[in-house]
T-cell receptor, first 114, second 111 residues
Framework: NAGVTQTPKFRVLKTGQSMTLLCAQDMNHEYMYWYRQDPGMGLRLIHYSVGEGTTAKGEVPDGYNVSRLKKQNFLLGLESAAPSQTSVYFC?????????????FGEGSRLTVL | KNQVEQSPQSLIILEGKNCTLQCNYTVSPFSNLRWYKQDTGRGPVSLTIMTFSENTKSNGRYTATLDADTKQSSLHITASQLSDSASYICVVRFGNRKLIWGLGTSLAVNP
């Protein structure tokens, strides 16, 4: 099993450009999440989804949009990239029946906005 | 305010030595505490989970402890190896499935 796969792994954007990060999981997990990780800030939740067709805001949702059209995929979009969105983005998934809340992470997508 | 604080921020040890990482939290209501290991350039991977009723749990050379009264947890690494070089992140789950992440401890194991 591949687990959680993120594409692309690296991307450089110019300010104002748009892009989409794709996350795919093959574990049949209901819950999916997008985090960003910055030095000195730790992991911060951007958006999450508790099932196909549903999305919800996390703690830092501004400037991002998400979609969960299929259970296995969770897309993170940047409509107009800003230098403040330079970060490493992690997608994660978890099983709804697991009350312990273990998250399974992808390898990360490193985004640089010039 | 719900917070998770980890110490030290970074640590350098020699291969074969032991070390202990700390995690203090002010989270209520507490559900569980989990330790993740994050290798450079990779996503975090769960090492162990501690629930309210557990004091100590081992996973190979990793031993986690939890003191629910003082709201402290530790992660002890025995006989460190070069592959233990990573960031170790403490995360506390509370209330309705919410997570509070610590900033992590960066561990470097030198030969």
């Amino acid at each position: 099993n591949a687990g959680v796969t993120q594409t692309p792994k690296f991307r450089v954007l110019k300010t104002g450009q748009s892009m989409t990060l794709l996350c795919a999981q093959d574990m049949n997990h209901e819950y999916m999440y997008w985090y960003r990780q910055d030095p000195g800030m730790g992991l911060r939740l951007i958006h999450y989804s508790v099932g196909e067709g549903t999305t919800a805001k996390g703690e830092v949702p501004d400037g991002y949009n998400v979609s969960r059209l299929k259970k296995q995929n969770f897309l993170l979009g940047l409509e107009s990239a800003a230098p403040s969105q330079t970060s490493v983005y992690f997608c994660a998934s978890s099983y709804w029946g697991d009350n312990t809340g273990e998250l399974f992470f992808g390898e990360g997508s490193r985004l640089t906005v010039l | 305010k719900n917070q998770v604080e980890q110490s030290p921020q970074s640590l350098i040890i020699l291969e074969g030595k032991n070390c202990t990482l700390q995690c203090n939290y002010t989270v209520s209501p507490f559900s569980n505490l989990r330790w993740y290991k994050q290798d450079t350039g990779r996503g975090p991977v769960s090492l162990t989970i501690m629930t309210f009723s557990e004091n100590t749990k081992s996973n190979g050379r990793y031993t986690a402890t939890l003191d629910a009264d003082t709201k402290q947890s530790s992660l002890h690494i025995t006989a460190s190896q070069l592959s233990d070089s990573a960031s170790y992140i403490c995360v506390v789950r509370f209330g309705n499935r919410k997570l509070i992440w610590g900033l992590g401890t960066s561990l470097a194991v030198n030969p």
